[in-house]
C-alpha cells in the first residue's frame, strides 16, 4: 500500500479554478494507477478522474469532462486534480486513491489506499 495526503482544497466561486494535490510515500509510485473520488453531503461517493502509472491515459465521467484534468509527476510521487469552471455542484470532500490494478478503474472498491480528503467549496 501507498500513504496519500491530499492537498490543495478551499473555498472559490463559481467559474473559479483550484488545483489540488496528493503526495503519495511507500512503495514504487509509477506502479500505482491513481484516482480522484468526491462526496457530498448526503451523496454516494463518486469517481471523478483516474490516470494511469506513465499518466499517459486519463478517463474522466461526463459531469466533469473539459473542466477537469488529472495529472501525475513521478518524479514528485505526486498526482494533482486541476479543475476550471467550477460550479456549486462540485462542493465536496475531495478523495485521491491508488490502485494496483490495471486499466483505469472507476469504481471505489477497486481502489486500495485512499486519502484522508479536501475540502472543496464553490459558491454561487
Known amino acids: 500500500q501507498v500513504q496519500l495526503v491530499e492537498s490543495g482544497g478551499g473555498s472559490v466561486q463559481a467559474g473559479g479554478s483550484l488545483r489540488l494535490s496528493c503526495a503519495a510515500s511507500?512503495?514504487?509510485?509509477?506502479?500505482?494507477?491513481m484516482g480522484w473520488f468526491r462526496q457530498a453531503p448526503g451523496k454516494e461517493r463518486e469517481f471523478v478522474a483516474a490516470?494511469?502509472?506513465?499518466?499517459?491515459?486519463?478517463v474522466y465521467p461526463d459531469s466533469v469532462k473539459g473542466r477537469f484534468t488529472i495529472s501525475r509527476d513521478n518524479t514528485k510521487n505526486t498526482v494533482y486534480l486541476q479543475m476550471n469552471s467550477l460550479k456549486p455542484e462540485d462542493t465536496a470532500v475531495y478523495y485521491c486513491?491508488?490502485?494496483?490494478?490495471?486499466?483505469?478503474?472507476?469504481?471505489?472498491?477497486?481502489?486500495?489506499?485512499w486519502g484522508q480528503g479536501t475540502q472543496v467549496t464553490v459558491s454561487a
Open positions: 486513491a491508488a490502485t494496483g490494478r490495471r486499466g483505469l478503474p472507476d469504481r471505489q472498491y477497486e481502489y486500495d489506499s
Open positions: 490516470i494511469d502509472g506513465s499518466g499517459r491515459t486519463t
Open positions: 511507500g512503495r514504487i509510485f509509477s506502479l500505482y494507477g
